[in-house]
């Protein structure tokens, strides 16, 4: 994994993620990402910061139709708006973010697991890039590079990836570490490994099992 890591970065260079300018914007963005593409989220946010409405308060003083219709661009603006909406009831219960500063990592995933509407993925993304937690973040990008790899089979339960790639990547500081190779994972995901790969060209190709597998055939 660190080979991997090492040779992503090399080619892309630091991510600087997350592209937010507070940690409730990466919550906001983190839910208003599920099932849609950045750039429709980077929208809905820029409407919600021009109204002032970047604030856990704010977002609760909107009604569900009200909210939906500011992050319209995002898409699903019902279903995100109740999200949205129980994830800030969540944070205001909890005390805010200083409060949950104080919060053990494995107690603040659970209650963020329990907010209607947050999975693995989304709990995972708050708790990396909003609270620095040390959690390894898997989406669909992770896994198709990791299986391509063959560093893993591709289909192994959410957990189990997590683990996988936590307990494979050595580091002296896991949460810049886990930040980073998400990145880079999401930026070779969008460059070279994607859903068609681009194998010819790939700084991977060498290491890659897919690769190694299509050059036997071809
Ligand atoms: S060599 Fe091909 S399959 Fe392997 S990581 Fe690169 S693009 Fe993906």
Request: proline share 6%; aromatic share 6%.
């Amino acid at each position: 994994m660190n080979r991997l890591y090492a040779r992503l970065l090399a080619a892309y260079g630091p991510q600087g993620w997350w592209p937010a300018e507070s940690p409730f914007e990466v919550m906001v963005g983190a839910i208003l990402t599920q099932n849609t593409t950045w750039v429709q989220v980077i929208r809905a946010i820029d409407r919600l910061r021009d109204e002032a409405l970047l604030a856990p308060t704010a977002l609760l003083d909107l009604s569900v139709d009200a909210l939906a219709e500011r992050i319209r661009p995002a898409g699903y603006p019902n279903v995100k708006a109740r999200r949205l909406q129980a994830l800030c009831q969540w944070l205001v219960r909890s005390g805010g973010l200083p409060a949950l500063a104080e919060c053990a990592t494995d107690t603040l995933r659970a209650d963020l697991l329990a907010v209607h509407g947050v999975g693995p993925e989304t709990a995972d993304s708050i708790l990396l890039y909003a609270l620095a937690r040390p959690v390894f973040v898997i989406d669909a990008y992770t896994r198709r590079i990791l299986s391509r790899c063959g560093h893993i089979g591709g289909r192994e339960p959410y957990e189990t990836l997590r683990r996988e790639v936590e307990s494979n990547l050595r580091t002296a500081d896991p949460v810049a570490d886990y930040n980073e190779l998400h990145a880079l994972i999401v930026q070779h995901g969008k460059i070279a490994c994607r859903p068609r790969p681009r194998c010819e060209a790939c700084i991977l190709r060498t290491d890659c099992a897919a690769a190694r597998e299509d050059q036997r055939h071809g």
